[in-house]
């Protein structure tokens, strides 16, 4: 029974340094003074250095990062409205389908739904850019807040709301002051979520960026048929590092925010 309590253990040992050692490979070589991944030669900083005088570079990671803020913003607004409407159609019916097209989206190939950007956006004028890649992003980023937001909104109880109702409170303040704090850990989830989709995307941004735009996952894509330098091993640890510190004041906000409060108020 010991050893079978520590097969899980063991097997999330493997996951993890399968997940991060190439990860830390990457990041190891970004500070190798030599112009290549098969032999370090010695410590040195001359790579990062390189990575903040690229200034097209630089530019290309802030419109990456713009674009899935916006994304995710949007997104996230659109999706809780429609988790809401989904949620309280009163036909069952029609709930079910809406459900089940929300899903087709989710798993539909990056592929497929690129391409049908792109046919759309070529049909109706739209000049392949920052606009077409942020409502493509946008688009893509919607099912997902939705699935996210929904099992949140169906855990709650709707005593809640016939009680706020019945205290006089009006749809609008149910929304704000009952439904919206409810369900905030679910649109906090989306909208994380559908920012780290838009930052990672290749697929459907490949088929929609256009000329004199690019996005990070698009440029690194163009410089792997060249050679791709060690100033991308250090963006890398520069992204690496900035998302683990979020990771983490984010737990360490939810930590002290969900901690019992001992103080008695006078």
Do not use: C, W
Not at 226 to 246: C, E, P, Q, R, W
């Amino acid at each position: 029974m010991e050893k079978l309590s520590k097969l899980p253990k063991l097997y999330l040992s493997v996951v993890f340094i399968i997940l991060y050692a190439p990860i830390f490979y990457l990041i190891f070589y970004s500070f190798n003074s030599g112009g290549g991944m098969s032999n370090f030669e010695s410590f040195t900083l001359e790579h990062y250095t390189a990575l903040f005088e690229d200034t097209r570079l630089i530019s290309i990671l802030i419109n990456t990062i713009i674009v899935a803020l916006l994304s995710a913003l949007v997104s996230t607004a659109i999706g809780v409205l429609g988790a809401l409407a989904i949620m309280f159609m009163r036909n069952r019916a029609m709930r079910n389908a809406v459900l089940s097209l929300n899903t087709i989206l989710i798993v539909s190939p990056d592929v497929i739904i690129g391409a049908s950007f792109l046919i759309l956006f070529t049909l109706i004028g739209v000049k392949l850019g920052f606009a077409s890649v942020l409502i493509s992003h946008i688009a893509f980023s919607i099912p997902i807040v939705v699935i996210m937001v929904l099992p949140k909104l169906q855990e709650m109880s709707p005593s809640l709301i016939d009680a706020a109702l019945d205290l006089g409170a009006t749809k609008r303040d149910v929304l704000t002051r009952v439904i919206i704090p409810f369900i905030k850990p679910g649109i906090f989830a989306g909208f994380f979520l559908a920012l780290t989709y838009s930052l990672d995307d290749f697929a459907v941004t490949f088929f929609v960026t256009g000329n004199g735009f690019s996005t990070l996952s698009v440029e690194i894509y163009s410089m792997a048929r060249t050679g791709v330098t060690l100033t991308i091993n250090a963006l890398s640890g520069l992204i690496f590092f900035v998302t683990i510190t979020l990771v983490l004041g984010y737990y360490a906000i939810s930590r002290k925010t969900k901690a019992p409060h001992t103080g008695v108020k006078k």
